[in-house]
């Protein structure tokens, strides 16, 4: 069975930064991405970053330049660094992880809260 943990939210003043880590268990399969989307009170989940296999990666606009994902392939471990937080970055953080077969899995979410 396989579990996502994420770790690493909190609350943080504007223009800090927080690392957000997620760590995949009972993972018996190959994954094709690693990832965070992000949902806000009131809004739609969205895309953040993944981290695909082949080492490439993709970013929403509204983060380029200031978040970075990375991904340890050995560990089933995929992070999140994020600088110059802004309030809206608020939202709950989930974690993703998708197969080359089957259905994603999805972490229970942690809470990133930007205010001063």
């Known amino acids: 069975q396989v579990q996502l943990v994420e770790s690493g939210g909190g609350l943080v003043q504007p223009g800090g930064s927080l690392r957000l880590s997620c760590a995949a268990s009972g993972v018996r399969f190959t994954v094709y991405v690693m990832g965070w989307y992000r949902q806000a009170p009131g809004k739609q989940r969205e895309l953040v970053a993944t981290?695909?296999?082949?080492?490439?990666?993709n970013y929403a606009d509204s983060v380029k330049g200031r978040f970075t994902i990375s991904r340890d392939n050995a560990k089933n471990t995929v992070y999140l660094q994020m600088n110059s937080l802004k309030p809206e970055d608020t939202a709950v953080y989930f974690c993703?992880?998708?197969?080359?077969?089957?259905?994603?899995?999805w972490g229970q979410g942690t809470q990133v809260t930007v205010s001063s």
């Open positions: 981290a695909i296999s082949d080492g490439s990666t």
């Open positions: 993703l992880l998708r197969p080359f077969v089957g259905g994603d899995y």
